[in-house]
């Protein structure tokens, strides 16, 4: 599967390794401004087009267009599925929605062969108040037909301002084709939601990996387990992931030790990339289900993968997306980025699940069914004493 998604104004994917990338610019920039590889010969036809252009052009764009344009297209050759651009305006916004804010109608899209697609809405939003449902698809925004357009271009048209207002056409759910105007806000993203069900089953929802994302986990199963939980449905369902990072803290949640995820570069043996391991201090004691879909992704398919790989609990639910791929943000230096696929990741067991997914120990589709089977599978794991390695 090679449908991306978005939180909506943000225009892709989420880069796992993101945050690194920024705090190491000013550094890279020191070190590497001037010192990267000599352009080639058949680079000359570039510059003199350029020149070409603003000499003779008719309707010569501004250099800022140009630029953006080359850039763009040669992002485009990659044939990289998650490779997109992001000027400095969406590059702000991509870094506030890592720290659980953004600037939108608060939707979550993904690419659909007929168009993007409404995969999710976040609760008390310009969009659950206007009443757009999951499963609809985008057909315009503001009059532009955008069934051809990418999700990080549709997701760059619907953000923007608070209080500014947008119009989504939309079609596929119960109202059929029809127009919504919405004002946009400002968001700020759930990340944990968590309660007590039954007296003794704990309930945690993690709905994207962004910073401290590992942290509040941890601290969201130590309430629960204070309130007398003796066991933990981790909910993933339709998470599209996050960073890297706290893929690898929300796992050591609940993994004492042992690799979580490794990660491999271009070139590198299987033995030469990145090896992430448990850090410690796990809540081994508490029996453990992972809830998972068709578009629990990235970040997500790294923690049921390495519980289902470590042996440390059940995954219940669809087959997970299948992204086994680490997407880095490079800043460029009039202050846009691009991201491009530069790695792949392997679970415990050295699978890669790129194009496969996770499947599930107990497959079950519907929402309601897939929470019973995660909630029944949970009551056999305590009455069997639990699971752990």
Same mark, same amino acid.
């Given at each position: 599967?090679?449908?991306?998604?978005?939180?909506?104004?943000? @225009?892709?994917?989420?880069?796992?390794?993101?945050?690194?990338?920024?705090?190491?610019? %000013?550094?890279?920039?020191?070190?590497?401004?001037?010192?990267?590889?000599?352009?080639?010969?058949?680079?000359?036809?570039?510059?003199?087009?350029?020149?070409?252009?603003?000499?003779?052009?008719?309707?010569?764009?501004?250099?800022?267009?140009?630029?953006?344009?080359?850039?763009?297209?040669?992002?485009?050759?990659?044939?990289?599925?998650?490779?997109?651009?992001?000027?400095?305006?969406?590059?702000?916004?991509?870094?506030?929605?890592?720290?659980?804010?953004?600037?939108?109608?608060?939707?979550?899209?993904?690419?659909?062969?007929?168009?993007?697609?409404?995969? %999710?809405?976040?609760?008390?939003?310009?969009?659950?108040?206007?009443?757009?449902?999951?499963?609809?698809?985008?057909?315009?925004?503001?009059?532009?037909?955008?069934?051809?357009?990418?999700?990080?271009?549709?997701?760059?048209?619907?953000?923007?301002?608070?209080? %500014?207002?947008?119009?989504?056409?939309?079609?596929?759910?119960?109202?059929?084709?029809?127009?919504?105007?919405?004002?946009?806000?400002?968001?700020?993203?759930?990340?944990?939601?968590?309660?007590?069900?039954?007296?003794?089953?704990?309930?945690?929802?993690?709905?994207?990996?962004?910073?401290?994302?590992?942290?509040?986990?941890?601290?969201?199963?130590?309430?629960?387990?204070?309130?007398?939980?003796?066991?933990?449905?981790?909910?993933?369902?339709?998470?599209?992931?996050?960073?890297?990072?706290?893929?690898?803290?929300?796992?050591?949640?609940?993994?004492?030790?042992?690799?979580?995820?490794?990660?491999?570069?271009?070139?590198?043996?299987?033995?030469?990339?990145?090896?992430?391991?448990?850090?410690?201090?796990?809540?081994?004691?508490?029996?453990?289900?992972?809830?998972?879909?068709?578009?629990?992704?990235?970040?997500?398919?790294?923690?049921?993968?390495?519980?289902?790989?470590?042996?440390?609990?059940?995954?219940?639910?669809?087959?997970?997306?299948?992204?086994?791929?680490?997407? @880095?943000?490079?800043?460029?230096?009039?202050?846009?980025?691009?991201?491009? @696929?530069?790695?792949?990741?392997?679970?415990? %067991?050295?699978?890669?699940?790129?194009?496969?997914?996770?499947?599930?120990?107990?497959?079950? @589709?519907?929402?309601?069914?897939?929470?019973?089977?995660?909630?029944?599978?949970?009551?056999?794991?305590?009455?069997?004493?639990?699971?752990?390695?």
């Amino acid at each position: 599967m090679n449908r991306s998604r978005a939180w909506v104004p943000i @225009t892709c994917l989420l880069a796992l390794e993101l945050l690194a990338a920024l705090m190491l610019y %000013s550094y890279r920039v020191g070190l590497e401004r001037g010192s990267g590889p000599r352009l080639p010969p058949e680079f000359a036809g570039v510059s003199e087009l350029y020149q070409r252009i603003q000499r003779e052009a008719v309707r010569a764009p501004s250099d800022e267009v140009l630029a953006k344009g080359a850039i763009e297209g040669m992002i485009s050759t990659l044939g990289d599925p998650h490779a997109a651009y992001f000027d400095a305006e969406e590059l702000v916004a991509f870094t506030q929605m890592l720290d659980g804010e953004l600037e939108g109608i608060g939707i979550q899209i993904q690419d659909g062969d007929l168009g993007p697609v409404v995969v %999710s809405v976040i609760d008390a939003t310009p969009a659950a108040e206007a009443g757009i449902e999951a499963g609809e698809r985008i057909v315009s925004v503001d009059g532009k037909d955008v069934r051809d357009v990418p999700t990080e271009g549709v997701a760059g048209l619907i953000g923007g301002q608070p209080g %500014s207002i947008v119009t989504l056409g939309l079609d596929g759910g119960s109202a059929g084709l029809r127009e919504l105007k919405m004002t946009r806000a400002h968001i700020e993203l759930p990340d944990v939601e968590s309660r007590l069900e039954d007296g003794d089953i704990g309930y945690l929802r993690l709905v994207q990996f962004s910073h401290l994302a590992g942290r509040r986990v941890r601290q969201s199963a130590l309430d629960l387990a204070a309130r007398g939980a003796r066991g933990l449905v981790l909910d993933l369902r339709g998470n599209p992931g996050g960073l890297l990072g706290e893929a690898v803290d929300v796992t050591s949640v609940f993994v004492e030790d042992g690799v979580v995820v490794s990660v491999r570069g271009r070139g590198e043996a299987p033995l030469e990339g990145r090896v992430y391991e448990a850090a410690g201090d796990a809540l081994e004691d508490l029996p453990l289900v992972v809830l998972v879909d068709g578009w629990s992704a990235s970040a997500s398919e790294i923690v049921a993968g390495a519980v289902q790989d470590l042996g440390r609990g059940e995954i219940v639910g669809e087959t997970t997306y299948g992204k086994g791929t680490v997407q @880095t943000v490079q800043l460029l230096e009039n202050g846009s980025g691009v991201k491009f @696929t530069t790695a792949e990741y392997f679970t415990p %067991s050295g699978d890669s699940i790129e194009g496969v997914g996770v499947v599930p120990d107990r497959e079950v @589709t519907g929402e309601d069914a897939q929470l019973a089977s995660a909630r029944d599978t949970l009551r056999q794991l305590l009455a069997a004493g639990g699971a752990t390695r």
